[in-house]
């Protein structure tokens, strides 16, 4: 007796469809994080220094660029403990990701401040 293979390719379509209506359609390229930096001061009264990851890898902070090995003792001398970060367009997430992990290892909390175009 020879296998039907109608009723099969009929449950292999309905699985097509029902995986296809399921999955999201469009790709995760940003990380999505849930605070917001807006108008928020340190406990002093002062705004928190801003830094800002540049392409290569690079965070500028008060106008120099440093490397993320000389920023974290720099921020430490100058007693920084909470921080605004921001990202040029041309950065990696590769980039903001690794310098978001250091400063949270060395007690640093960082807000990620969202330029919208």
Do not use: C
């Not at 292999?12 to 108008?39: C, G, K, Y």
């Amino acid at each position: 007796m020879p296998i039907r293979i109608t009723p099969l390719i009929d449950v292999v379509f309905i699985l097509l469809v029902f995986f296809m209506l399921t999955t999201r359609l469009m790709p995760l390229d940003h990380l999505e994080l849930a605070n917001s930096t807006q108008d928020r001061q340190s406990e002093a009264g002062e705004p928190l220094p801003e830094l800002q990851i540049s392409a290569g890898g690079s965070v500028l902070w008060r106008e120099n660029p440093y490397s993320l090995p000389e920023l974290l003792p720099a921020l430490k001398a100058a007693g920084i403990d909470e921080a605004n970060l921001s990202t040029t367009p041309d950065s990696a997430l590769a980039d903001f990701t690794r310098t978001l992990s250091a400063l949270d290892n060395a007690g640093i909390t960082a807000h990620w401040k969202r330029e919208t175009p």
